[in-house]
């Protein structure tokens, strides 16, 4: 059974930092993709990064050289290190896994975690 579990949420001011964490299990973590997704109230959920099994990353425009993604496949968990962090960044954020199964990939989501930027 695919679980993503999210931690590392909060209320924090402007400028500030935290890192999320997502803890995977019932797959095979090392290879599949992983990402990160956040949706504001009000919004459509909107990818933030991604990771490849390889290591390759993607961001949107909106997080670059604030965010950085990573992942630690000892471990199975993916991370959001986020910096310089601005009120338009408050959002639920989200645990994406990209798992292989059979010949298809299927999304799997974790709960979530909230991130409230206000000072």
């Known amino acids: 059974q695919v679980q993503l579990v999210e931690s590392g949420g909060g209320l924090v001011q402007p400028g500030g930092s935290l890192r999320l964490s997502c803890a995977a299990s019932g797959f095979t973590f090392s290879n599949s993709p992983m990402g990160w997704y956040r949706q504001a109230p009000g919004k459509e959920r909107e990818l933030v990064a991604i990771?490849?099994?390889?290591?390759?990353?993607k961001y949107a425009d909106s997080v670059k050289g604030r965010f950085t993604i990573s992942r630690d496949n000892a471990k199975n968990t993916v991370y959001l290190e986020m910096n310089s962090l601005l009120p338009d960044d408050t959002a639920v954020y989200y645990c994406?896994?990209?798992?292989?199964?059979?010949?298809?990939?299927?999304?799997?989501w974790g709960q979530g975690t909230q991130v409230t930027v206000s000072s």
């Open positions: 994406n896994a990209g798992v292989q199964i059979g010949t298809n990939i299927r999304q799997f």
């Open positions: 990771i490849t099994s390889r290591g390759y990353t």
